[in-house]
């Protein structure tokens, strides 16, 4: 049927929606809060970067898309040691 599909991971961007970010559980904390909050301001991609990579990934038929240091990263912990993102995400 010729439908693509393509997944876009985006890390952290450079938008309002850090301040609408909310922790639940015992991540539901000041210092957490404020981590997020930094890692939002310090990251370099841009919403255009992320609309680029998706209007690229779409011409390609490219399947994940990781977009961003954290999600290059992410994408390739999963790849090599799967177990260890796992509980690195857990511990959080």
């Known amino acids: 049927h010729r439908i693509g599909v393509s997944v876009i991971c985006p890390g952290y961007v450079r938008t309002p929606i850090a301040e609408k970010v909310t922790l639940l559980g015992s991540l539901d904390e000041p210092r957490y809060h404020a981590a997020v909050q930094r890692r939002f301001q310090r990251t370099e991609v841009t919403p255009e970067q992320v609309a680029v990579a998706t209007v690229r990934a779409i ?11 954290e999600a290059r990263m992410a994408a390739l912990m999963r790849r090599l040691a799967p177990s260890v993102l796992h509980r690195v995400l857990r511990q959080r």
Do not use: A, E, H, S
């Open 59 to 69: 011409q390609r038929n490219d399947f994940l898309v990781p977009v961003g240091r």
